[in-house]
Each structure stands twice: as structure tokens, then as C-alpha cells.
């Protein structure tokens, strides 16, 4: 994989040797899709420390694709696709159950017992074991999704493919997406978190702890907590409005995401539905 890497981005930084004419160039590119495709390798993961780890010569690869790809016309059934990347097949071989109305491109990879009902997945992307892809939920690229996650109905993951540099969507283990909820920008779920129903997470939304009032982070929901939708006042020019953020308006065992009783209880006293 060095090598791989290191002729990424050689082609990278020097752009007058990209051709998709060269067949040396599109097997090198084709090669570090293949390793994203088969989970072999990912374009960015949670590092020891709890940091977001890119591995940007990926995302590169990605780019390299877009540039030298060329249109091709699949028709499958009454349906015709014009696309330049490939649509992912061989889904029972790998343990992957997918609805009619749902696809993923070549280059994002979905683990064995991953559910897919109808939605889309995009190059880059990553979905860890036992993940539930529910209905009209869109993972965009280079997203990172993790075990045992449920994205519910709707849910919008955002794509983050360029600058290059810059951390993805990462939603960690066993953690939980309501319904329409859009998360973007790199913002990040962490491992067995619950995000209510439409609460929409980027990086730039204050993350609040309703206990303190206090600002935990931007755009991160901290492991096993339960945060919802809120707004929180701002005064402008022209009155006084309330701007978007998450409150987290509980703190969970490890472990308590799966006791059902536990968790709809706490949402119903504080009048919230997932």
C-alpha cells in the first residue's frame, strides 16, 4: 500500500501526468478504489487519542477517478444511469441485505450485515457491521459510519470530499440518528450517542449541556448522551431570534442505547419523540 500511496500522490501533484488514457494511471487509481471498496483500507478513521485520522492520498484517488473516468450508460430493468463511477453489486456473496430503490457506488464499502433499504451511498463511504440504512437515508461521501448504528428514516449524511484535508462525517458505534436528522460539515455522533429527530449537526452548531448551559463542543454529540433539537436566542438588528443548536439532555451508561424502556422514558419526560 506505500507504493500505492506514493504514486497517488505523485499523479496528485502533478497533474500533467493524469490521463485517462494511460492505462498505468487508471489501473493505479482503480487499485486504491478496489482497497476502499473492499474495506481494505478507509479515507479517514478515530485515531488512539479520539482525533479524526484523513488519509487525504485516498480522497485523492477519489478526485483522480472524477478526472479521468468516462460516461457509460448502465441500464438495469426500465432504469438508465449515465455515470461515471460504477454501481456496487455482489451483495449476498458479502452479507449485505439491500431493498429495491437502494444503491451504493464502487469505492464505498458496507460490512457484513449492513441493511440497506431504499437509499444511497456514496463513493468514500464506510458502514461498519450490523449498520441499519433505513428508508430514503443518503450517506454521502467519505462518511464514516460505524457497528451497529441505526440512521433512521431520512437521515441526511453529508459528504465532505474536498479540501482534501478536512475530517469527514463520522457517526461512532451503537450510535443512533432520528429521523430527518441532517448531519454535515465533519460533525460527528459519538460511539452509542442518540441525536433526536431532526436535529440538524455541522460545525459549526453549538453542542449544550441543559444541565450547565455550558458549550460542550461545535458540532460534536459526546458518547452515550441523549441530545435533541433546541434553539437558544440571539439578538440582531431587526429583533431578537433563536438559532439552531443540540442539547444534550441526558447522560447514559454505556450500554443503556439498547434498553429501549430506559431511553423512550427519558424522552418522554422531557416531552421529545425520536
Not at 440504512?133 to 457497528?147: E, F, K, L, M, N
Request: a negative charge; charged letters at 20%.
Amino acid at each position: 500500500m506505500t507504493e500505492l500511496k506514493a504514486r497517488i500522490e505523485e499523479l496528485w501533484s502533478s497533474p500533467e501526468l493524469v490521463s485517462g488514457d494511460d492505462p498505468e494511471v487508471v489501473a493505479a487509481i482503480a487499485e486504491a478504489i478496489d482497497l476502499l471498496d473492499a474495506g481494505r483500507a478507509r479515507v479517514a478513521e478515530v485515531g488512539p487519542d479520539g482525533d479524526v485520522i484523513v488519509h487525504e492520498w485516498l480522497k485523492h484517488a477519489i478526485l483522480l477517478l472524477f478526472r479521468t473516468a468516462r460516461m457509460t450508460t448502465t441500464e438495469l430493468g426500465p432504469f438508465e444511469f449515465a455515470d461515471k463511477i460504477p454501481l456496487k453489486t455482489d451483495y449476498e456473496r458479502r452479507g449485505v441485505r439491500v431493498v429495491p430503490g437502494a444503491s451504493a457506488r464502487w469505492g464505498s464499502y458496507q460490512a457484513r450485515g449492513v441493511i440497506m433499504m431504499p437509499s444511497y451511498t456514496n463513493i468514500g463511504a464506510y458502514v461498519g457491521e450490523n449498520t441499519m440504512v433505513d428508508t430514503w437515508v443518503t450517506v454521502g461521501s467519505c462518511a464514516q459510519i460505524g457497528r451497529n448504528v441505526h440512521l433512521s428514516g431520512g437521515v441526511g449524511i453529508g459528504g465532505v470530499l474536498e479540501p482534501a484535508q478536512a475530517a469527514p462525517v463520522v457517526i461512532e458505534d451503537e450510535a443512533f440518528v432520528g429521523s430527518r436528522a441532517m448531519v454535515t460539515n465533519g460533525a460527528r455522533v459519538g460511539a452509542g450517542a442518540v441525536l433526536g429527530s431532526g436535529v440538524i449537526l455541522n460545525d459549526s452548531i453549538p453542542v449544550i449541556d441543559a444541565s450547565t448551559g455550558d458549550e460542550l463542543s461545535r458540532g460534536h454529540v459526546p458518547a452515550w448522551s441523549v441530545a435533541v433539537l433546541a434553539t437558544r436566542p440571539r439578538d440582531f438588528g431587526g429583533g431578537t431570534y433563536g438559532l439552531p443548536c443540540a442539547l444534550v439532555i441526558k447522560r447514559l451508561d454505556e450500554g443503556e442505547r439498547h434498553d429501549k424502556t430506559v431511553l423512550n422514558d427519558v424522552l418522554r419526560e422531557n416531552g421529545i419523540a425520536l
